[in-house]
């Protein structure tokens, strides 16, 4: 449980010291950094939630930045702290005043589940948001699968260019052989965390359909790829021997984690291609309770919930009902309106 944050100079906050409980709400017209001390928290336990730097998130005109939090873990009180500094080009973490490896900080620090305006772009852009989505919640189950991302990502890209190289008569055709056995294998890898995940979000959704108080019948999630996930290596093998000339016509693999995609339909209609904006907002959500449980399956740590414009396309009845589902785990949630209930902890901004 996150107990306290500080933040100094971090975007538009230049000092400000919040103590946390179980349900916070953080109030305040826009454009007073309501959204920044979500940011924070991200940035403290999880910096890869966005791709600003460091120099983005500090406060303009500024050298130094400061960030820092307590929370309970196993009943004891820990300190995580990251400065920056500029002029030095320097960050430095320390996790209870000792610097701390990353294996370390994946192991004993908070995991966050950031829910933004942005997310709303999950079923409006493209297959990567989706991807990266599902990357993001593995990420924070296991320390090794961000790197595991990397190194699949290297292999996709000397591959396409060895097929770009055949397609100029600048290889031979035989030198794709080694870049597709390490794609069948890395890709291999992906899939035996990928599927697990998916087969748990299939099961999970089926029980969300009570936030649309019981006028939906059916709630259904649904993996997109071209690989048979019961036969991975030979199925990606087949693939790329059948598809070798197309692929070094346009460069490209065509197969693998980096081109699937998920949806979910409601009522049998895919969420993709209709939905309102409400009904996607409760869908997001409801992936987040599933995204927590998943997190505190795999890791035994229950993860906290930051929601920026909670109010935003949802009504208070539905509002009420997304709350409730949610009322055991910590929640920070930003808003332009004061909530009613008297257990909320209020931060007027």
Known sequence: ????????????????????????????KNGVGKTNILQ???????RKHNDFSLDDMLTIWENYMYLEASF?????????????????????????GKKVTKKQLFENILKICYFSPLEMNLFYLWPKNRRDYLDWVLSHC??????????????????????????????????IDFW????????????AYRIPLNQYIQTEIQKQFDIFQNKVSNLSYHYITKVTLDSVEESISSYLTKNFERDII?????IGPHIDDFDIHINQSSLLSFAS????????LALKQIEISYIKKI??????????????????????????????????YTSIIAPQKQDIKLFLI
């Open 1 to 28: 449980m996150l107990k306290y944050v500080k933040i100094v100079n971090f975007r538009s906050l230049k000092s400000m010291e919040l103590g946390f409980e179980k349900t916070n709400a953080i109030v305040g």
């Open 40 to 46: 924070a928290i991200c940035h403290i336990f999880w």
């Open 72 to 96: 309970e873990k196993d009943s004891l009180e820990n300190k995580i702290t990251l400065s920056y500094d500029k002029s030095l080009d320097k960050k430095q973490i320390h996790l209870n």
């Open 142 to 175: 296991f320390v090794e699968y961000e790197d595991l991302l990397k190194s699949y990502e290297k292999i996709v890209k000397n591959r396409n260019k060895v097929l770009k190289n055949i397609s100029e008569w600048k290889s031979k055709k035989s030198e």
């Open 180 to 191: 597709n056995e390490s794609f069948i294998l890395t890709a291999k890898k992906i899939y």
């Open 250 to 254: 346009l460069w490209k693999t065509h």
């Open 277 to 284: 904006r409400w009904e996607i907002k409760s869908i997001i």
């Open 299 to 332: 890791t035994g740590k229950e993860p906290i919930l930051l929601i920026d414009d909670l109010w935003s396309e949802l009504d208070e009845e539905h509002l009420d009902l997304i709350l409730n589902k949610i009322k055991d785990i910590q929640i920070i």
